[in-house]
């Protein structure tokens, strides 16, 4: 069975750097476009960045564009998120998401995803 299994949270201060990683199993990682969504306390959880299959295509939510990379690494079936400059509205649990589809940023598409990963950012 497909498992998608984040690792790399933690407490940062504001400012700082932090990098997330998802190893996938259980699929044609190559094949499928990647992507991480975030849930902050009593919010909906929402999309932060994805990357297609071969990773020459990304997109970002406004917020974390140029403070945020998302990569991939076909070789070992996993995708990055380095966190720059976070801020306390970056505290969430970070979620990786795989969709054979295409790259969107609509939740409801994304077909398989992971347990998540505390990230906190503290002021």
């Known amino acids: 069975q497909v498992q998608l299994v984040e690792s790399g949270g933690g407490l940062v201060q504001a400012g700082g750097s932090l990098s997330l990683s998802c190893v996938a199993s259980g699929l044609t990682f190559s094949t499928y476009v990647m992507a991480w969504f975030r849930q902050a306390p009593g919010k909906e959880r929402d999309f932060v960045a994805a990357i297609t299959g071969a990773g020459g295509v990304t997109n970002y939510k406004t917020s974390v564009e140029g403070r945020f990379t998302i990569s991939r690494d076909n070789a070992k079936n996993t995708v990055y998120l380095q966190m720059n400059g976070v801020k306390p509205e970056d505290t969430a649990v970070y979620y990786c998401?795989?969709?054979?589809?295409?790259?969107?940023?609509?939740?409801?598409?994304?077909?398989?995803w992971g347990q998540g990963t505390q990230v906190t950012v503290s002021s």
């Open positions: 998401a795989a969709n054979f589809l295409s790259i969107t940023t609509i939740r409801d598409y994304y077909n398989y």
